[in-house]
């Protein structure tokens, strides 16, 4: 009985060693185009798997870059990471384009899964074709492939520090250095076959549980130091985004930032068009404040910004003080102009839909087309209130007062002036009113 009891505390300690020593791995996924939004969800779910002393952080990659300031605030946490990070371009049909190719090289651990791509790390401003570029060739290489020449001096300090960066990046955990230089330079881009083979990439795995197997034992460089993954049968925590994640993604989608403006905008004319309305100017400054602070993290042009502006102050002034159209169709003009320009960015995921940049010129042009028809017809409408209302009208002598001929129109009293005797009864014409006394001419004597 001893010896079965000793056996059983054996096996209890055994298991509650292994339970003890389960290592713990983190995953988290950074899909579509990298902006502030994803760069908070990333950054801060970096610092809690720290806080939860997690053995690995997996990120899952399916992106086609993004924002260069995103990027680079992902990198400096990856950098700065107390938890070793794998890049993971998963699943199959998944690649890490332009910023992803850039995250990959900074992480720990690059890997790949089968039927995935990496690449095209070309600064876009550099390699879209409203930028005038002479394309060369590189004389070491002949496989027909060109690259981009930078036009101008602006153009080769931009492609050049990306060049200068990535290698850095490179250098860190020995990957192919020569490599990262054509994906700038030239746009290259590799398959995960192929990045392995060419050392860009340390690994490709299919999935994440074969991810984890490859990984086993393996040493990292953390730092300074060099640690062994030891993982075992691991714990995995998705670590998904928050409401406040979640919140700053979708303001800072431009469209929606552009939306939130001109509500904002709006909502502040029509408050000073009604003050003390109250609903309109709260919930313009709300949206507008919440449109500023997206602006701030977005890349915009400040000369669209004004553009838009003044579009918008050119069709109110057209609707308080018409011009015959012309501050109004140089406001229209204005207005899609800015909106045109404002994100100053060839990013596709971070340009304004021109259905939508339409849609808002043509709802404010009918809105200054309305006020103008509102101006035309109220100067077109018969006078109803005034002195000048008075002009024709028939009146009959009330009384005297002092002498004077006192008529009533419009429930008051006025005293008048007329060449002829006036007598309780005449009933007189009016001709017109000087101050506040009624000229007049005597229409008929005194009724008997």
């Not at 690059?110 to 876009?124: H, K």
């Not at 109803?384 to 005297?400: I, K, P, R």
Request: hydrophobic share 50%.
């Amino acid at each position: 009985m001893p010896r079965l009891v000793r056996t059983l505390l054996l096996l209890l300690a055994l298991t509650y060693s292994a339970m003890g020593t389960a290592s713990s791995v983190w995953v988290l996924e950074l899909r579509g185009a990298v902006g502030p939004g994803s760069a908070d969800y990333l950054v801060r779910g970096m610092h809690q798997a720290a806080e939860a002393d997690a053995s690995l952080l997996i990120l899952q990659i399916d992106t086609p870059g993004g924002l260069d300031g995103a990027m680079r605030q992902i990198i400096k946490a990856i950098l700065a990471s107390k938890v070793p990070v794998v890049s993971f371009v998963f699943p199959g049909g998944s690649r890490a384009a332009s910023a992803g190719t850039y995250i990959l090289y900074a992480s720990h651990i690059a890997a790949m899964a089968p039927a995935t791509n990496l690449g095209a790390a070309t600064p876009v401003q550099i390699g879209a074709p409203s930028f005038p570029s002479v394309p060369g060739r590189d004389d070491d290489k002949d496989d027909g492939e060109q690259s981009i020449e930078p036009a101008s001096a602006m153009e080769r300090k931009v492609i050049n520090d990306a060049v200068a960066y990535i290698q850095s990046l490179a250098d860190l955990y020995g990957r192919n250095r020569e490599w990262a230089e054509e994906a700038v330079r030239e746009a290259a881009s590799l398959s995960a076959r192929e990045a392995l083979d060419r050392n860009v990439v340390d690994l490709v795995a299919e999935d994440i549980d074969d991810l984890i197997d490859q990984l086993e034992g393996r040493s990292v460089k953390l730092g300074d130091e060099e640690r062994t993954l030891v993982l075992g049968d691991p714990v995995y925590t998705h670590y998904q985004p928050d409401w406040r994640s979640e919140f700053l993604a979708v303001i800072t989608d431009p469209n929606i930032a552009y939306i939130l403006m001109m509500i904002g905008i709006y909502g502040l004319i029509l408050e000073a068009y009604n003050p003390g309305t109250l609903v309109p100017g709260v919930v313009g400054a709300v949206c507008l404040l919440l449109a500023l602070y997206a602006f701030q993290v977005l890349p915009i042009s400040y000369a669209g910004l004004a553009l838009i502006a003044l579009g918008i102050m050119l069709m109110v002034a057209e609707a308080f003080a018409p011009s015959f159209g012309v501050m109004g169709l140089g406001g229209i003009c204005a207005f899609i102009l800015g909106s045109i320009i404002l994100m100053d960015t060839e990013l596709p995921a971070y340009q304004i839909a021109l259905p939508l940049i339409m849609g808002i010129a043509v709802t404010s042009a009918a809105l200054l087309a309305l006020m103008l028809g509102m101006v035309v017809r109220a100067r077109r409408q018969q006078v109803v209130s005034g002195v000048s209302m008075l002009e024709g009208q028939l009146a009959e002598v009330e009384a005297l007062h002092d002498d004077r001929p006192m008529v009533r129109l419009q429930g008051e009293l006025w005293e008048v002036d007329c060449r002829s005797s006036l007598s309780p009864g005449d009933v007189v014409r009016v001709i017109t009113a000087e101050g506040v006394r009624l000229v007049v001419v005597k229409q008929t004597e005194k009724s008997s």
